[in-house]
């Protein structure tokens, strides 16, 4: 296994040993995570103007610190390269409809690296969610979807976080499939496709090579648990530990569908939390992990 860091940082990294805490009883990889371990990933993130911050940017300070241990390349993809803002566009939901003007909010933004026409072969895609797909659907603009009805084939794994399932099930990719989305915009995105067999209550589904979270934050945890099947467990844990960060490592932990009333929620879940810092290979993460 090849580790990408600077030579200078891992020299400056204390070394500790510390008995009875090195040991963590965390399974070996599998075969196949072993592979991927030592083969490159390509990663496609694909953006709009008005994506969700937290959707985006929580899933890759996940991969960003993965890369550290492993080789990863990214790509950011949208209708044009150069900076593509947090902050919807203006637009009407209706030709009758009074303009929604989102000039008040703030927008950061992120550089798009690639174009849908440039974009290299990518491994993995992944698309948020945000009130840009709004704007998307209100001028009729399908190249989200053409994009990944496009790309699926040569891809390994496909992924999306909150409303960004619209994108998957809209494209017809989830059509027969179990996924979920955003509980907040819950009733939208599952009344645009019946054909998709949508999961009231879940953190994260996978079904196949298709991956799906909940609303926002849970993106987080989704990416912890696709980094760990894919990976294996040692170095995800390192990383979220690192970052100071406890995932819900149950997919099916969901109070906000409760919160939401969600039709079909299970309310035995409760809204309370379940969840601790994961285990950890402490030497290992020490020598090879920096902030």
């Not at 991969?63 to 209708?79: A, D, E, G, K, T």
């Not at 019946?194 to 991956?211: H, K, L, T, Y």
């Not at 844990?237 to 969901?254: G, L, R």
Request: net charge negative; hydrophobic share 40%; glycine share 8%.
């Amino acid at each position: 296994m090849k580790a990408y860091l600077s030579g200078v940082l891992l020299m400056l990294l204390p070394l500790w040993s510390l008995s009875g805490l090195a040991g963590a009883d965390i399974p070996p990889p599998t075969e196949e995570q072993e592979r991927n371990q030592n083969d490159p990933l390509s990663f496609g993130l694909v953006i709009f103007d008005g994506f969700e911050p937290l959707d985006v940017w929580g899933p890759l300070e996940v991969l960003y610190r993965m890369s550290w241990f492993f080789n990863i390349s990214l790509s950011v993809i949208s209708h044009s390269t150069g900076p593509i803002s947090t902050r919807p566009p203006a637009f009407r939901s209706a030709p009758d409809a009074p303009i929604q003007d989102f000039g008040h909010i703030i927008g950061p933004a992120m550089e798009a690296t690639h174009t849908f026409q440039n974009a290299p072969s990518l491994d993995v895609i992944m698309v948020p969610g945000g009130g840009g797909l709004d704007y998307l659907l209100s001028i009729k603009d399908s190249t989200n979807q053409d994009f990944f009805n496009l790309r699926y084939e040569e891809a390994k794994y496909v992924l999306s976080v909150c409303t960004g399932a619209f994108v998957l099930a809209s494209a017809g990719l989830l059509d027969g499939r179990r996924a979920t989305t955003s509980k907040f915009a819950w009733n939208e995105v599952v009344a645009s496709r019946p054909e998709v067999d949508w999961v009231p209550s879940a953190r994260w589904v996978e079904d196949g090579n298709i991956w799906t979270s909940s609303g926002v934050s849970a993106g987080i945890d989704m990416m912890y648990a696709f980094m760990k099947h894919y990976y294996g467990e040692k170095e995800i844990n390192i990383v979220m530990n690192t970052i100071e960060f406890a995932p819900h490592t149950d997919s099916h932990w969901d109070p906000f569908a409760v919160v939401h009333e969600v039709p079909g929620a299970d309310p035995s879940g409760g809204t309370e939390d379940c969840f601790g810092p994961v285990e950890m290979d402490r030497q290992l993460g020490v020598t090879r992990l920096g902030l």
